[in-house]
């Protein structure tokens, strides 16, 4: 296993646009002032995509903007655990949305169970599931009158293993699995695909603290020994905007790991 986490890295990763592949779709990206987010929002602007981005951070989608003055973003500040601010993202998309990616997210403190608090718990499970759950049902209800539409939720390695990261955590990212695959055998038979990708360590601006010195002394060697190199957000958004695109037209309830390899570890 040492041997696999300092194996040398791949060949640098080359951004390959696809020109016209969002043509005439508009698509809502959450957690769109960042990180992975961001990095899902510029792609699809770029290959042609009318962008709903959403994110807490004004700051955050104002700089979005400026950075990419050429692009078609429409910004929204809100916070997607509450419903008057889903209501305010899907009413600035025109109320017709194909595309949906659900990337907003936070960390908890890598606390074991008996540790948790009730504070954490809700936070991370206000954003990750909740909120999830409620962007997912105000846009989804949307695409089964349309006929048609595409949903990519955002899991992470902590939704298909148990030591990537504290209970909290890890459990949310379980109950985004469980969406994912429940809500792609719902809405099949009515041309609407919905699949999760999970990815590994990801360079984002995502705060991730050990508060847990339990946490930290069970969790901490595991993930020195076998985590791959941490990938750019414009990897995992490849990934993410493929699963979203008309390339995959069968590719529905799959949950597909874009982390360096860790999963097969």
Not at 198 to 219: C, D, Y
Not at 224 to 233: D, I, M, S, T, Y
């Amino acid at each position: 296993m040492s041997d696999i986490a300092t194996a040398p890295q791949g060949p640098e990763f080359v951004e390959k646009i696809v020109p016209g592949r969002f043509e005439g779709k508009t698509a809502i990206v959450t957690g769109a002032g960042s990180g992975i987010g961001k990095a899902v929002a510029i792609r699809i602007a770029r290959e042609g995509g009318r962008v709903v981005a959403a994110d807490w951070s004004a700051d955050r989608l104002e700089e979005l903007k400026s950075e990419h003055p050429d692009l078609a973003f429409v910004t929204v500040n809100g916070d997607i655990s509450q419903e008057a601010d889903v209501t305010r993202i899907v009413v600035a998309a025109g109320l017709v949305v194909d595309c949906l990616a659900n990337v907003a997210g936070i960390m908890d403190e890598f606390q074991p169970i008996h540790e948790v608090t009730d504070a954490i718990w809700e936070k991370v499970f206000a954003v990750n599931v909740t909120g999830m759950m409620r962007m997912s049902r105000a846009v989804i209800g949307l695409m089964v009158a349309a006929g048609k539409g595409t949903v990519v939720n955002v899991a992470s390695e902590a939704g298909i293993r148990g030591s990537a990261a504290g209970t909290a955590y890890t459990a949310s990212k379980h109950a985004v699995v469980g969406m994912t695959l429940s809500s792609s055998v719902m809405y099949a038979p009515l041309g609407i695909r919905v699949n999760a990708v999970a990815p590994g360590g990801t360079k984002t601006n995502i705060v991730a603290n050990f508060s847990s010195q339990m946490g930290a002394e069970r969790l901490g060697p595991l993930m020195q020994v076998v985590l791959p190199p941490a990938a750019e957000a414009a990897e995992l958004a490849a990934a993410i905007t493929f699963l979203l695109s008309d390339d995959s037209p069968n590719i529905t309830g799959v949950v597909l790991p874009s982390d360096g390899g860790w999963s097969a570890i």
